[in-house]
């Protein structure tokens, strides 16, 4: 199975702040990486797909980059609703693998 | 509207049997392939088994392959997971998932359902 590494765990930021999340991906997965964000008690929901491409009605502050083994996701202007906890998923081949999360906090 | 409802989770005992739904309203089911993913308490996202939308291609994750059984009613726009010989391990939040349509291959996960929990006790 294609592993998934996911960086950093968590981090803490302030509202208005650019981060970056990385996924490394254990083989080439080509572009077919997404990004979900999930709140405590909901479900997960789709940000990126494609590695780059924005889910429709998801803000233009994310954007996704990368291809091949390598990946991130960058918030400009974090918004209070952005604290929450972001997952990878590679959906190239199966078994299907996602990072292990990525909890963002709030500074 | 396009939205999930997965329902079918309550407490069994360990080696008991339980089955989820799926229903699926605002889009027709047989579009569009499927999947069930799990969240165990405190734990990350972890794919579970997806289905393809004429149902042909079925994949399991190795840690449910030969227990759980993915199927769909595509004229009662239903999805389906038949859990067998249940473990402790695999209590958690069980979510339906819509795949994003691609010409070729599998897409990313795109609605998904509010989830229904599982408890093995």
């Known amino acids: 199975a294609i592993r998934i590494t996911q960086s950093p765990s968590s981090l803490s930021a302030s509202a208005g702040d650019r981060i970056t999340i990385t996924c490394r991906a254990s083989?080439?997965?080509?572009?077919?990486l997404a990004w979900y964000h999930q709140k405590p008690g909901k479900a997960p929901k789709l940000l990126i797909y494609g590695a780059s491409s924005l889910q429709s009605e998801v803000p233009a502050r994310f954007s996704g980059t990368g291809s091949g083994t390598d990946f991130t996701l960058t918030i400009t202007r974090l918004q209070p609703d952005d604290f929450a906890t972001y997952y990878c998923?590679?959906?190239?081949?199966?078994?299907?693998?996602f990072g292990q999360g990525t909890k963002v906090e709030s500074k | 509207e396009v939205q999930l409802l997965e329902s079918g989770g309550e407490v069994v005992q360990p080696g008991g049997s339980l089955r989820l739904s799926c229903s699926a309203s605002?889009?027709?089911?047989?579009?569009?392939?499927m999947s069930w993913v799990r969240q165990a308490p405190g734990k990350g996202l972890e794919w579970v088994s997806s289905i393809a939308g004429r149902g042909g291609n079925i994949n399991y994750a190795d840690s449910v392959n030969g227990r759980f059984i993915i199927s769909r009613d595509n004229s009662n726009n239903m999805l389906y997971l038949q859990m067998n010989s249940l473990r402790v391990e695999d209590a958690a939040v069980y979510y339906c998932?819509?795949?994003?349509?691609?010409?070729?291959?599998?897409?990313?996960?795109?609605?998904w359902g509010a989830g229904t929990v599982v408890t093995v006790s």
């Open positions: 605002g889009f027709s089911l047989s579009g569009y392939a």
């Open positions: 998923q590679q959906y190239y081949t199966f078994p299907w693998t």
């Open positions: 998932a819509r795949v994003e349509w691609l010409f070729l291959g599998w897409g990313a996960l795109e609605i």
């Open positions: 083989q080439d997965v080509s572009t077919y």
